[in-house]
């Protein structure tokens, strides 16, 4: 037998097969996960980043939008909607969602808004009494439908 016929027999594909030295095996075999590991956490960093500032810019947009309705009901004739402007803008600037550059648009808004009367209150001297009226009933409160019931049912037992 020939060598050639002996290699076609132990070797039925010849020269196709090609073999790796044992150390790039290991390469291989270890750095294709290692790799696609690496891939995947530096993935989730970048998503993770691009949420934050997603949410941080919807927060300040949503603040934005509750100070303009705020102020725009500060302003407005009504009386009873200038307080809820007012007292809207006093509860945004003390709450959570604002960071110290916003705080400063709300104490802007809330200055424009009590500055007029402020101004007529000190030109009318240090003798002026400034009393605050209030809207509200003085009686106690009314029960609600559904306390009706339950106090119904109560004394019916």
Same mark, same amino acid.
């Given at each position: 037998m020939s060598v050639q016929r002996v290699c076609a027999e132990r070797y039925p594909y010849g020269e196709l097969v090609t073999t790796l030295p044992t150390w790039a095996v290991w390469v291989i075999s270890i750095g294709t996960p290692v790799l696609a590991f690496v891939g995947v956490v530096l993935g989730q960093v970048l998503t993770r980043r691009g949420e934050r500032?997603? #949410?941080?810019? *919807?927060?300040? #947009? #949503?603040?934005?939008?509750?100070?303009?309705?705020a102020a725009e009901l500060a302003v407005s004739d009504d009386q009873a909607h200038s307080r809820l402007g007012v007292a809207e803008l006093g509860a945004l600037l003390h709450s959570e969602l604002l960071d110290e550059e916003e705080k400063d648009f709300v104490q802007a808004a809330l200055t424009a808004v009590v500055r007029v009367p402020v101004e007529q209150i000190e030109q009318l001297g240090e003798d002026v009494k400034v009393i605050a009226e *209030?809207?509200?009933?003085? #009686?106690?409160? =009314? =029960?609600v439908p559904s306390e009706v019931g339950a106090e119904a049912e109560e004394g019916g037992s």
């Open positions: 500032e997603l #949410e941080f810019r *919807s927060k300040r #947009e #949503e603040v934005m939008r509750i100070l303009r309705w *209030s809207d509200l009933p003085t #009686e106690p409160m =009314a =029960a």
